[in-house]
């Protein structure tokens, strides 16, 4: 369970102010896929971040009963003088988990073959994602972040990751950020949509979705309306 309560963030920007979280209250329930969804800009990542724990509120608090992941794909996880063995061991090490069940885990999911003992940073941007998400699903969280991407790699790859990432979620929540709505009604059962430092919590993913097709067709026919 994911519980945020009077949670409040402005950024401050050549002496101008963006309020992304203007007084936030929703409860997001346990083993349970929830899409977050709004504009460019509104400040989806921002409350992805502190969700995760790694940004810090103006006001407010977010409070779990259980773990949760770093952005699920996110390549800057690793350590880009480090192996992915060392990056492994060292996550393992952090998250408290067996060392060398992780590893095997890890280096048999990603198929980075050599690589997996070589430096990140002579990766492809390709071998850093598979390293990414080896990792991501390596490790059982209670909930797992995901901003925008869920697989990488060829299709043999991605189905692969797919069929893991949604073992994953018989047993864990989720907190998803995409533009696909076919993914987001696809993955999940829940919605909260992002607007002007609002957020709506719907217990129906269609209602989510259509609050925020109804913002992409005004925002259309504003666009419109301009270029007349």
């Known amino acids: 369970m994911i519980r945020i309560e009077d949670l409040w963030k402005t950024y401050h920007m050549n002496g101008r102010s963006k309020v992304v979280a ?3 209250n929703a409860t997001m329930p346990s083993r349970t ?15 992805m971040q502190m969700i995760a724990g790694t940004m810090t509120p103006d006001d407010g608090q977010v409070v779990s009963s259980g773990s949760i992941s770093w952005p699920v794909g996110f390549a800057g996880c690793a350590h880009p003088q480090l ?20 590893v095997e885990s890890v280096r048999e999911f990603a198929e980075l073959g050599q ?28 909930t797992y972040l995901v901003d925008e991407v869920t697989s990488v790699g060829d299709a043999t790859f991605k189905r692969k990751s797919d069929e893991v990432f949604l073992e ?27 607007e002007d430092g609002n957020l709506t919590y719907y ?8 609050h925020y097709m109804e913002m992409v067709e005004k925002d259309k026919e504003r666009k419109r309306r301009g270029g007349a």
């Open 22 to 24: 203007r007084n936030m």
């Open 83 to 102: 192996t992915g063995l060392q990056n492994t061991r060292f996550v393992a090490r952090v998250y408290g988990v067996d060392s060398d069940e992780l």
């Open 33 to 47: 896929a929830v899409a977050l969804l709004g504009r460019n800009g509104a400040g989806k990542s921002t409350l």
């Open 203 to 210: 217990s129906d993913i269609d209602a989510a979705v259509d």
């Open 115 to 142: 690589h997996f003992y070589l430096p990140v940073r002579s990766y492809s941007s390709g071998m850093k994602s598979r390293l990414a998400f080896g990792l991501s699903m390596g490790i059982h969280f209670d």
């Open 168 to 194: 994953r979620l018989q047993h864990s929540g989720m907190v998803m950020v995409s533009h696909s709505m076919q993914a987001v009604k696809r993955l999940c059962t829940e919605g909260a949509v992002l």
